[in-house]
C-alpha cells in the first residue's frame, strides 16, 4: 500500500528504539512490537522510500539491524516480529549515546541525502543522564519520544523528543499507544518536511573567503555534507590542507567552522 502521508514525499531513513527493561512485560512488548508492525504498513519501504533500522535497550545495547538489511516490507515486518524481550534497566541515554557514535554511518546503510527520524518508546524514567545525547541527537534527526505509563518523566520525554509539535508525547497504557497511530503519522509528515526545507547559510560557511566553494551532497539542506575548496590559483592562508567535510545540521547550523576562519 502508499504511504499514508497524502502528498508530502515519503523517502527518509527512521530509527526505531524499543526500551526492553524489565518494567515492560512480555504481552506489553508485543503490544509495543504491533505498534511498529501498524507504522510500517503506511510505508511504501524501499531503498527509494522509507529504510527502517530498529534497536532495541535496556542496561544493554541490541542493534538488531541496519536500515539497508530489509528493503522488501513483508521482510521487515517478519524481522519485528520476531523480535524478542530479555534484560533489565533503563539505560536510556546510552542508548542515545550508542545510535549518535554507530547509526549515522555508512556502515549503517544510512543515506546522507534523505531525512533521518527517530522514534522512541519507553516506559520508564532514565537510569542515566539524557541531557548531552539527546542536544547531540537533535542536530542529525528529528526525534519522536513517546512515554507510556502514569509514571513517566514528561520533562525528559520532551528532553529526549526534537522541538517540534508534537515530537515528544505521553499515553497512559500500552493499550492507548495503538491508538496514536495516525497523530505519529502526522507528525512524521511534518518532522521530515521541516527537514526538507531546513537550511544552512552559505554565507557563514565562505566568511571572509575571498574566493572559495561548497561542493555539497545535497545542496545546503539539513543532513548534507559539504567540502569547502578554493578556486582555481587560491589556497588557504595559515593551514596546510582544507577542512574535513562539514554538515549542515538539523538546526540550521554548520558543524564546524572551517579553519582558515580563525
Known amino acids: 500500500p502508499s504511504a499514508s502521508c497524502g502528498n508530502c514525499r515519503t523517502e527518509f531513513d527512521m530509527l526505531v528504539v524499543l526500551d526492553g527493561s524489565s518494567s515492560?512485560?512480555?504481552?506489553?512488548?508485543?503490544?509495543?512490537?504491533?505498534?511498529?508492525?501498524?507504522?510500517?504498513?503506511?510505508?511504501?519501504?524501499g531503498r527509494d522510500h522509507v529504510l527502517m533500522s530498529v534497536m532495541k535497550y535496556n542496561?544493554?545495547?541490541y542493534d538488531l539491524w541496519d536500515y539497508d538489511e530489509y528493503t522488501e516490507k513483508n521482510d521487515l515486518l517478519r524481522a519485528v516480529l520476531n523480535i524478542g524481550k530479555e534484560g533489565?534497566?533503563?539505560?536510556?541515554?546510552?542508548?542515545?549515546?550508542?545510535?549518535?557514535n554507530?547509526?549515522?554511518?555508512?556502515?549503517?546503510?544510512?543515506?546522507?541525502?534523505?531525512?533521518?527520524?527517530?522514534v522512541l518508546i519507553t516506559d520508564g524514567n532514565a537510569?542515566?543522564?539524557?541531557?548531552?545525547?539527546?542536544?547531540e541527537l537533535h542536530l542529525k534527526s528529528k526525534v519522536i519520544a513517546i512515554g507510556v505509563g502514569n509514571?513517566?518523566?514528561?520533562k525528559e520525554i520532551?528532553?529526549?523528543?526534537?522541538?517540534?509539535a508534537k515530537?515528544?508525547?505521553?499515553v497512559e497504557s500500552f493499550e492507548e499507544l495503538i491508538s496514536i497511530i495516525n497523530d505519529l503519522q502526522n507528525t512524521v509528515c511534518k518532522v521530515q518536511r521541516d527537514v526538507r526545507v531546513s537550511k544552512c547559510d552559505e554565507g557563514i560557511a565562505l566568511k571572509d573567503i575571498t574566493c572559495g566553494s561548497l561542493n555539497c551532497t545535497n545542496g545546503n539542506q539539513a543532513g548534507s555534507e559539504c567540502q569547502l575548496s578554493c578556486c582555481a590559483n587560491y589556497q588557504p592562508i595559515d593551514v596546510q590542507d582544507l577542512p574535513a567535510n562539514i554538515k549542515c545540521q538539523y538546526d540550521g547550523t554548520w558543524s564546524a567552522i572551517p579553519e582558515w576562519q580563525h
Open 24 to 45: 515492560i512485560t512480555k504481552k506489553h512488548f508485543t503490544v509495543m512490537k504491533t505498534f511498529v508492525l501498524r507504522m510500517i504498513d503506511t510505508y511504501q519501504i
Open 59 to 61: 542496561n544493554k545495547i
Open 88 to 100: 533489565m534497566g533503563t539505560l536510556t541515554g546510552q542508548a542515545l549515546d550508542y545510535i549518535n
Open 102 to 118: 554507530h547509526k549515522f554511518t555508512k556502515e549503517s546503510g544510512r543515506r546522507n541525502n534523505v531525512p533521518h527520524i527517530t
Open 127 to 135: 537510569q542515566d543522564d539524557v541531557t548531552a545525547p539527546a542536544a
Open 151 to 154: 509514571d513517566i518523566d514528561e
Open 158 to 164: 520532551m528532553t529526549i523528543a526534537s522541538d517540534d
Open 167 to 170: 515530537a515528544g508525547s505521553t
